[in-house]
């Protein structure tokens, strides 16, 4: 994911997503190929210069890196065969598998997987400025000064290999959790020979063979909007493992619903996302009763953001400079922002996806996941609550728990925006407040959930102190200026539903750092 580099993102309700899956004995399917769906194609195949989504679905099945995740989510190793690390925790070594190979797109071999790739590609991920170059510029030791040019010889940083098969990583300070962090791209290898060949092109968007491959899928083709095309890597070291012999995705904008359920009835996919709020739903839950369950609310966070920065306005319904003012005068009050949070209707904005009785199951109160990690006996969304009482009387009683709304309360919404209120006249604060909120208009369910906002937002506040004004972009216009927006100014909005956030490791700074 991306981390925000110029400006603070204010979060008002983060939602997880609980997801309604349907899977039957009775598709069609061989169980050789395995068929779904994906969303938007990767700008690059380049694992080490971008962590987007959009690539991970490309090349995550093709490339291993050091340690990888079960389907527990529990830490394994990978090519790290095994590892030790020193009594002061600030030096990590890892044995290379032995015997690991890098192959092409055609499953043709290339060359062994040696240490010396892991330095490579950590150069390579620093020379193009890695999107997430962030996750390790703090921890490896020198890379910090590496980045920023103080020092211009990278054998200097702390990584280097000791010989073919062993690698070492020199930290900064202690990371009981640095292992964790070894799971995500910027820390994959590249073999640097191929690199090198490759030169501008490595990487290219829609190129299999601009990528080398060590992992158990060969990638073979990807054709923009779509499909993607993967195929079992025969000489994958650990190919016993691996359960399918091909996978497809193909192309879904999310703009027909029923889509996935009709191709999951007719045997092309293996599963399928249902909606309940779709109009064909009654039918399919009789059809699959018993096949059809709410899978656990993970450890991602998507949900309402607030742009305190704002620069751009191409897509507003502000009129005139004095509007602009008075919403970043407002965005930048903290009781303002509070009667924000206690004024949206999680529950329901859950809903617009999950259906009235899976509403709750979605709902996330706190940015961190409450069960994250555990720390003297308590979870983290418990220490936080211990805490909350210290920061307001409006904050006593509230419950951070998943899957329970603990923070929408019109009550306490209209006595914070009071206080706002009487704080912002004084500044010459215009009302009522205009706040733009983009939304993907292929989305029918994004579009619901928006105007679900509006509406409790509106309702308890009241139209004459703020409104939200809902501008509904095509599917790349509203990504360009959401998920996958170059730059701060790039991020033209008030609020927005296009924030979403997955942990880099097993510590809770790795989702509070990207809000500053």
Same mark, same amino acid.
């Given at each position: 994911m991306?981390?925000?580099?110029?400006?603070?993102?204010a979060?008002?309700?983060?939602?997880?997503?609980?997801v309604?899956?349907a899977?039957s &004995?009775?598709?069609k399917?061989?169980g050789?190929?395995?068929?779904?769906v994906y969303?938007?194609d990767?700008?690059?195949?380049?694992?080490l210069a971008t962590?987007k989504?959009?690539?991970?679905?490309?090349?995550s099945?093709?490339v291993?890196?050091?340690?990888e995740?079960?389907?527990?989510?529990?830490?394994?190793p990978?090519?790290?065969?095994?590892?030790?690390?020193?009594?002061d925790?600030?030096?990590?070594?890892?044995?290379?598998?032995?015997g690991?190979?890098?192959?092409?797109s055609? $499953?043709?071999?290339?060359?062994?997987?040696?240490?010396?790739?892991?330095?490579?590609g950590?150069?390579?991920a620093?020379?193009?400025n890695?999107?997430?170059?962030?996750?390790?510029q703090?921890?490896?030791k020198?890379?910090?000064?590496?980045?920023?040019? #103080?020092?211009k010889?990278? &054998?200097?940083?702390?990584?280097?290999?000791v010989?073919?098969?062993?690698?070492?990583?020199?930290? !900064?300070?202690?990371?009981?959790?640095?292992?964790?962090?070894?799971?995500y791209s910027?820390?994959w290898?590249?073999? $640097?020979?191929?690199?090198k060949s490759?030169g501008?092109?490595?990487?290219?968007?829609?190129?299999? #063979? !601009?990528?080398?491959?060590?992992?158990p899928?060969?990638?073979?083709?990807?054709?923009?909007?779509s499909?993607?095309?993967? #195929?079992?890597?025969?000489?994958?070291?650990d190919?016993?493992?691996v359960?399918?012999?091909?996978?497809?995705?193909?192309?879904?904008?999310?703009?027909?619903?029923?889509?996935?359920e009709?191709?999951f @009835?007719?045997g092309?996919?293996?599963?399928?996302?249902?909606?309940?709020?779709?109009?064909n739903?009654s039918?399919?839950?009789?059809q699959?009763?018993?096949?059809?369950?709410?899978t656990?609310?993970?450890?991602?966070v998507?949900?309402?953001?607030?742009?305190?920065?704002r620069?751009?306005?191409?897509h507003?319904?502000?009129?005139n400079?004095?509007?602009? @003012?008075s919403?970043k005068?407002a965005?930048l009050?903290?009781?303002?922002r509070?009667?924000? $949070?206690?004024?949206i209707?999680?529950?329901?904005y859950?809903?617009?996806l999950?259906g009235k009785?899976g509403?709750?199951?979605?709902?996330?109160?706190?940015?961190?996941?409450?069960?994250?990690?555990?720390?003297?006996?308590?979870?983290?969304?418990?220490?936080?609550?211990?805490?909350l009482?210290?920061?307001?009387?409006?904050w006593? $009683?509230v419950?951070?728990?998943d899957?329970q709304?603990?923070?929408?309360n019109?009550?306490?919404?209209?006595?914070?925006?009071?206080?706002?209120?009487?704080?912002?006249?004084?500044?010459?604060?215009?009302f009522?407040?205009?706040?733009?909120?983009?939304?993907?208009?292929s989305?029918?369910?994004?579009?619901?959930q928006v105007?679900?906002i509006?509406?409790?937002?509106?309702?308890a506040?009241?139209?004459?102190?703020?409104v939200?004004?809902?501008?509904?972009?095509?599917?790349d216009?509203?990504n360009?200026?959401?998920?996958?927006? &170059?730059?701060?100014?790039?991020e033209?909005?008030?609020? &927005?539903?296009?924030?979403?956030?997955?942990?880099?490791?097993?510590?809770p700074? @790795?989702?509070?750092?990207?809000?500053k």
């Open positions: 991306k981390k925000s580099k110029v400006f603070l993102l979060t008002v309700g983060l939602l997880s997503v609980g309604l899956t899977c &004995s009775s598709s399917t061989s050789k190929t395995y068929n779904y969303g938007s990767p700008a690059t195949l380049d694992y962590n989504k959009n690539m991970t679905t490309a090349v099945n093709g291993d890196g050091l340690f995740n079960d389907q527990y989510g529990n830490l394994k990978s090519v790290a065969e095994d590892w030790s690390v020193s009594q925790g600030l030096t990590y070594t890892y044995k290379i598998r032995k690991i190979k890098w192959y092409t055609d $499953g043709e071999e290339y060359a062994n997987v040696t240490a010396k790739d892991f330095v490579t950590l150069k390579h620093a020379d193009t890695s999107e997430a170059i962030y996750l390790l703090n921890s490896v020198g890379l910090n000064d590496y980045l920023s040019g #103080t020092n010889d990278f &054998s200097n940083v702390g990584i280097k290999a010989d073919d098969y062993t690698l070492q990583y020199t930290l !900064s300070q202690p990371e009981p959790y640095w292992n964790s962090k070894l799971t910027v820390t290898p590249v073999n $640097g020979d191929f690199l490759k501008k092109d490595f990487g290219k968007s829609t190129d299999p #063979t !601009s990528i080398l491959y060590n992992g899928y060969l990638l073979k083709a990807l054709t923009t909007k499909s993607i095309e993967f #195929t079992k890597n025969e000489n994958y070291w190919k016993d493992h359960y399918f012999d091909n996978i497809k995705l193909t192309y879904d904008d999310g703009s027909d619903q029923e889509s996935l009709r191709n @009835t007719d092309v996919y293996n599963l399928a996302r249902l909606f309940p709020t779709s109009s739903y039918k399919v839950e009789k699959y009763k018993d096949n059809i369950f709410y656990q609310p993970g450890s991602a998507e949900g309402v953001g607030i742009n305190i920065d620069q751009t306005y191409g507003t319904s502000k009129e400079d004095q509007q602009k @003012t919403t005068t965005l009050n903290k009781d303002f509070q009667s924000l $949070g206690f004024a209707d999680r529950t329901n859950a809903a617009q999950n009785e509403g709750s199951t979605a709902v996330r109160n706190i940015f961190v996941k409450p069960d994250f990690v555990q720390a003297d006996g308590k979870d983290f969304g418990t220490m936080v609550m211990d805490q009482p210290s920061y307001g009387d409006e006593s $009683g419950n951070l728990a899957s709304d603990g923070l929408y019109p009550e306490k919404a209209k006595a914070e925006f009071a206080k706002a209120k009487e704080a912002l006249q004084a500044e010459g604060v215009q009522p407040i205009h706040l733009d909120v983009p939304v993907n208009q989305s029918k369910i994004t579009v619901n105007q679900s509006k509406q409790s937002v509106e309702s506040l009241g139209k004459d102190n703020v939200l004004d809902i501008h509904q972009l095509s599917a216009d509203f360009n200026i959401t998920y996958s927006a &170059s730059n701060a100014a790039a033209d909005w008030d609020l &927005s539903v296009g924030v979403a956030w997955d942990p880099d490791y097993l510590d700074s @790795t989702y509070l750092d990207v809000l």
